[in-house]
């Protein structure tokens, strides 16, 4: 009985001392629409957030700690995202990369930046996100002001006196770049000849497409997510219409083209220069290449926003939100999409969006020399 008894508590002095060296683990988070309409989007950020981790703690973990990496669900749902932001901040998790959708990453970040959260977002490009002076917020990628002009450039040069059409979701995303691609447009000297909002979540487009058809649109813009885009081209395609269909950042995945089949081909959109072609990805792509994951999209951005934040809390020798913060911006960062520096407000300082144009196939290239 008493060697049971001894047993008893060396197995729960055991017990006692992993869980103690699981308390001294870094809790960190990634944010994102795991389910709903753009869990392709969400996937890319978990996939990106996990290999990040696994990769920071195999090198040694952050200051003497190794990470554990919490994922949260926003579905792309204000409500959804500022409840789960609320939730963080209570945990005392110091730095979060999401979110994905803008109309979720403005709303968290107030709630991040009163819980002391650092977040980076990976995919958000509304330009609000970064211009309300919070102290805790910082992007990976760029701006929907400078995506814009550059779709702006693109159509001006290439449709110059044939018919545009913009289109937009309503959401604080598709509707603020559609918004700005049209101001660029308009201060190129091209005024549109149609411009009409669509809800987030139609899937019947035949109105639209019949005033499309109705004013002879050469290109329609789209301002929104890849779902919306995709249907809107098939049934352009189903009414006879040859109609040249432009997005943004948010067609940057394969599920655009299970959408539209081989109609979807000839399709455009802008997004960052492919990381997954950079020599600084090589190592980590062909580690996702091993797992059998294409790290489209924002699986980079999202590794990248870890390695940003992993590396400025090296620097700051401490995962205090507020000092790492101080450190991101004061330093230039080695990531797996190239160098970073921030400015002040936390835009990153390295912008080059390019245009990409979907193939018969199912996948998508840069238009070289973009065309502008």
């Known amino acids: 009985m008493k060697s049971l008894k001894l047993i008893g508590l060396a197995f729960g002095a055991s017990i006692a001392l992993s869980s103690a060296a699981f308390a001294q683990d870094v809790t960190i988070a990634v944010a994102g629409p795991m389910t709903g309409t753009e869990s392709a989007f969400g996937r890319q950020m978990k996939n990106g957030a996990e290999m990040a981790v696994a990769d920071i703690n195999t090198a040694g973990g952050i200051n003497g700690k190794k990470l554990a990496l919490n994922v949260e669900d926003d579905a792309c749902d204000p409500k959804q995202a500022r409840s789960i932001a609320e939730k963080i901040a209570g945990a005392k998790i110091p730095f979060v990369a999401g979110h994905y959708c803008s109309s979720s990453s403005i709303p968290a970040s107030e709630a991040y930046a009163d819980g002391n959260v650092l977040q980076i977002t990976p995919a958000s490009t509304n330009p609000l996100f970064t211009e309300r002076k919070l102290w805790n917020v910082a992007r990976v990628c760029g701006r929907d002001d400078q995506q814009g002009l550059i779709a702006a450039q693109y159509i001006a040069k290439n449709y110059k006196g044939k018919n545009i059409a913009i289109l937009n979701d309503k959401t604080t995303y598709g509707k603020g770049l559609a918004d700005e691609t049209k101001k660029a447009l308009n201060k190129a000297g091209i ?22 058809k109705r004013d002879n649109i050469d290109l329609v813009y789209v301002g929104g997510y890849h779902q919306e885009s995709g249907l809107i081209l098939r049934q352009m395609r189903d009414q006879g219409l040859k109609t040249v269909l432009m997005a943004g950042d948010a067609l940057a995945d394969k599920e655009y083209a299970s959408i539209t089949g081989p109609a979807g081909e000839g399709t455009l959109f802008t997004f960052g220069p492919d990381p997954r072609n950079k020599p600084t990805a090589k190592k980590i792509v062909d580690a996702f290449k091993a797992k059998n994951i294409d790290p489209e999209g924002y699986t980079l951005y999202t590794y990248a926003a870890m390695q940003v934040w992993s590396q400025a809390a090296k620097k700051a020798g401490t995962t205090d939100a507020k000092k790492v913060m101080e450190a991101m911006k004061a330093g230039k960062w080695d990531t797996v999409i190239g160098p970073i520096e921030y400015d002040a407000k936390g835009d990153i300082k390295q912008i080059d969006y390019v245009v990409y144009k979907w193939d018969a196939k199912g996948g998508y290239a840069e238009i070289k020399g973009n065309g502008t």
């Open 191 to 212: 005024t549109e000849k149609m411009y009409e909002s669509y809800n987030k979540g139609d899937k019947d487009f035949n109105a639209i497409v019949s005033r499309l």
